[in-house]
T-cell receptor, first 115, second 117 residues
Framework: EPEVTQTPSHQVTQMGQEVILRCVPI?????FYWYRQILGQKVEFLVS????????KSEIFDDQFSVERPDGSNFTLKIRSTKLEDSAMYFC?????????????FGPGTRLTVT | AQKVTQAQTEISVVEKEDVTLDCVYE???????LFWYKQPPSGELVFLIR??????QNEISGRYSWNFQKSTSSFNFTITASQVVDSAVYFC??????????????FGKGTKLTVNP
C-alpha cells in the first residue's frame, strides 16, 4: 500500500540553525500538508500546498517557515532560524483531493529537537 | 471557527472492559467530515475512520464502533473488550475548508487511553 514517508525520523539542531524536513507524498496525490504537534499537545495545521503554491497557512506559519516542492516527488518544510519552541513532531500529509472526498494520509513524523 | 473538544484527558481501564471516548464538535458548515486517529507511543498517526455529516448511521469495525449524533454534535468512539495494544492517544478531528480551496483538519486535544492487563 502506498505511504507517505518522512526523513529524518529525528533531527536535533541548535537554536538559530536552519533545518529542512523532507517528505515524499503518495505519488498521485495533489494536495500536501504540514502539521505540527508539540509534545503532549494536539496536532495543529501549519500549511497546505496545491499546484505549486500555498493554499492556506496558519498563524504559526510565519516568515521563518517555507515550503517547497523542488521536484516531482519531494515536499519540504524549511525553518530558517530555529527557536526552542519549534521543538515538536512535524507530520506531512497528502491527499488526492480535498479531504471532504479524500482522506489525508499522514507520514510517520519527524521529531525536531532544538537545543 | 471550527472546534473539537475531547473533554476526557486520560482514561484508564482494565483489559476486556469497554471504553467510550467522547468527542464534541462545533462547526457552521452544513457539510463536514469527522475523523478519529490513533497515536500509539511510537508517535505516528493512524487513521481509524472518516464520517460524512450526512451519514448518521453508526459504524462498527471489529471491536471499534462510532456513534455520530448530529443533534448533539457528538462523534463518540467505543472500544469493546479493550486490549493492552489499544493503549494510545486518540484524536478526534474535523475537516475545515480553507480559503485556498483545500481542507485542513482541526484536531481535539486527544484522550490518552491506558489499558492495564
Amino acid at each position: 500500500e502506498p505511504e507517505v514517508t518522512q526523513t529524518p525520523s529525528h533531527q536535533v539542531t541548535q537554536m538559530g540553525q536552519e533545518v529542512i524536513l523532507r517528505c515524499v507524498p503518495i505519488s498521485n496525490h495533489l494536495y500536501f500538508y504540514w502539521y505540527r504537534q508539540i509534545l503532549g499537545q494536539k496536532v495543529e495545521f501549519l500549511v497546505s500546498f496545491y499546484n505549486n503554491e500555498i493554499s492556506e497557512k496558519s498563524e504559526i506559519f510565519d516568515d521563518q517557515f517555507s515550503v517547497e516542492r523542488p521536484d516531482g516527488s519531494n515536499f519540504t518544510l524549511k525553518i530558517r532560524s530555529t527557536k526552542l519552541e519549534d521543538s515538536a513532531m512535524y507530520f506531512c500529509a497528502s491527499s488526492w483531493g480535498t479531504s471532504r472526498l479524500y482522506e489525508q494520509y499522514f507520514g510517520p513524523g519527524t521529531r525536531l529537537t532544538v537545543t | 471557527a471550527q472546534k473539537v473538544t475531547q473533554a476526557q484527558t486520560e482514561i484508564s481501564v482494565v483489559e476486556k472492559e469497554d471504553v467510550t471516548l467522547d468527542c464534541v464538535y462545533e462547526t457552521r458548515d452544513t457539510t463536514y467530515y469527522l475523523f478519529w486517529y490513533k497515536q500509539p507511543p511510537s508517535g505516528e498517526l493512524v487513521f481509524l475512520i472518516r464520517r460524512n455529516s450526512f451519514d448518521e448511521q453508526n459504524e462498527i469495525s471489529g471491536r471499534y464502533s462510532w456513534n455520530f449524533q448530529k443533534s448533539t454534535s457528538s462523534f463518540n468512539f467505543t472500544i469493546t473488550a479493550s486490549q493492552v495494544v489499544d493503549s494510545a492517544v486518540y484524536f478526534c478531528a474535523l475537516s475545515e475548508a480553507t480559503q485556498g480551496g483545500s481542507e485542513k483538519l482541526v484536531f481535539g486535544k486527544g484522550t490518552k487511553l491506558t489499558v492495564n492487563p
